[in-house]
């Protein structure tokens, strides 16, 4: 009797979550598509992935309208602000702190070096190896930056989301990342 009736909370535990991310879900959705006809997307509206790349690209665009004045996006000031904490990193630690590949990391190095954002110097200890820093420029790029950022998230989710939900969200990303990040370091 027990395990049925612990099948049974379970099973409503499973349907109550289930029709509470079809109703997040719709809500989310009606939000970064406003299209009065939308388009059908059948069950990829039950897919994480879906959202957090329709989201991060509503993001990417919101910073740009904001933040036009920097030429640069959300990853460019991610980039910024690790190598501002962190004077003296490598590419390679660079790359890991932003999940993004070689070649991408050389590419921003060189946009930031040319617009005299930052440079790289050869390690005392191995002369193959480069450490980054930012420039005079770089660290007044920073301190704008820091600015802008500091209402940017609040300004992207503003009337959406209260402080409570934003910092639940937050809480739930950065849960879901360190098990991830774990899963991935296995392999």
Known sequence: MARKAQSTST???AQSRSSAM???????????RPE?????????????GYYLRRLYEAYRRHFLKVAGEFDFGP???GAVFVIGLNPGLTPSQLREAL??????ITALL??????????????PTDGRSRHVFLTVDGGALLAR???????????????????EEMAELLRLLTKLHAATSTLNAAD
């Open 11 to 13: 099973n409503t535990i």
């Open 75 to 77: 990853r460019e000031v």
């Open 99 to 104: 999940a993004m590949d070689g070649a991408q």
């Open 145 to 163: 930056l820091k600015e802008v950022v500091g209402w940017f998230d609040e300004s992207f989710s503003q009337g959406v989301l209260s402080e």
């Open 110 to 123: 060189n946009t930031f070096e040319r617009r005299g954002y930052i440079e790289r110097r050869v390690s």
């Open 36 to 48: 009065p006809n939308p388009i059908e997307v059948g069950p990829l509206t039950q897919y994480l």
């Open 22 to 32: 079809q109703d997040a879900a719709a809500d989310i959705d009606t939000l970064i």
